[in-house]
């Protein structure tokens, strides 16, 4: 296959409301992500194609699917082959981040994700540095707000490094 064509599978996932959309739109620079910008909940699953030249200067795309928070039970599904996944937690919701914890050890125990790379932002709150002992991919914690802009070229930088990592 042409490296042009080649596309690097990413999943994101996170509790609903989360605010996956949002970031994922804004990583794509989409139009109009400010808060005028209203999106609706995710059903099912979304797809964004990001193009992006990797650390060796080859053009790829990356194709990150978004599983609406309603399917929390189907991410399962949707894991074969995954080389990146991004967890979004929403921190200011301090409500969710208990029900996020779970979800996140959940993900980060499937033998399907071994081989993934991890960003999220949940971890700050559960013993990351217990967690990079344990695993094989330490995962990378970023702080992104889309309506502000913080943290959006960082994320970018993270995605476009496209290297596999081995277990
Ligand atoms: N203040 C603030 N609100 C945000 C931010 N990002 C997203 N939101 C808001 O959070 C709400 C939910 O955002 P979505 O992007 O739909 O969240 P989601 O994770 O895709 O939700 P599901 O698809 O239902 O799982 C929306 O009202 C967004 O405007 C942010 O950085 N700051
Ligand atoms: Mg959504």
Known sequence: MDDLEK???VLCVGPKGS????LLKKVQQAEGIDYTYSPVPTIGTNIYDINYVNKQGKKQVLSIREI?????????????GV????FVVDTSNLCQISAAAVMLYTLLAEPKLRRSKMRNEALLMLQYSRLCSDLV???????ASPLTNTGIDALRAFLGDAKKVDA
């Open 7 to 9: 596309k690097i599978p």
């Open 19 to 22: 605010g996956k959309t949002t």
């Open 68 to 80: 609406g928070g309603e399917m929390v039970t189907l991410w399962n599904n949707y894991l074969e």
């Open 83 to 86: 080389e990146k996944v991004i």
């Open 137 to 143: 991919n330490v995962p990378a914690l970023l702080e």
